[in-house]
Each structure stands twice: as structure tokens, then as C-alpha cells.
């Protein structure tokens, strides 16, 4: 056995008694960060942060700690340098 079953977790039975019919979904989806994942969507913040609080042992799997994830919202040119000067 493993995933979230594995980590003591059952995201789609507490939602559905938690939250409810119309208020979230899931599926399948890819990730740079891991293979295969599961894709989670809320109808409000108020709801995916409380999902969030009852399963902190999940993680995002957006990437974003990977070494060869890059930002579209960074410039591909070079890091600006800080043009104050160094005090020692």
C-alpha cells in the first residue's frame, strides 16, 4: 500500500464529510516535482486552507523546491547586482 493511505491519510473521505457535495474535486495530474499526483481544487480559500490544516503531512507538489524549477516571472537574464555599498 502506498501514497497517502500509506501516511495514515484519506483526503476524499474527509472532504466528502467535511465539506461536502459541489464545494471540491480531484484527479489525476503531473508534476515537475514528483510523478504521478493529485490534483486538488476548492471552491474557496476558506476551504482549501482548512483541507490544508487537517493533512499538513502533504505536500505541494508544484515544483517550486526542485533545482531546475525556474520562475516565468524572473528574468532570464543576470541577477542584479546590489549597488549599495559593502560595510564592513
Do not use: K
Request: net charge negative; charged share 10%.
Amino acid at each position: 500500500m502506498g501514497g497517502m493511505r500509506a501516511l495514515g491519510a484519506d483526503p476524499q473521505a474527509w472532504l466528502s464529510a467535511e465539506l461536502g457535495h459541489m464545494r471540491w474535486a480531484w484527479g489525476p495530474t503531473q508534476s515537475i516535482g514528483c510523478g504521478q499526483v493529485t490534483a486538488y481544487y476548492f471552491r474557496s480559500i476558506h476551504d482549501a486552507q482548512r483541507f490544508i490544516a487537517a493533512f499538513p503531512q502533504l505536500e505541494i507538489a508544484d515544483g517550486v523546491a526542485s533545482p531546475v524549477y525556474s520562475s516565468p516571472t524572473n528574468s532570464a537574464g543576470p541577477t542584479p547586482v546590489d549597488p549599495r555599498p559593502h560595510v564592513i
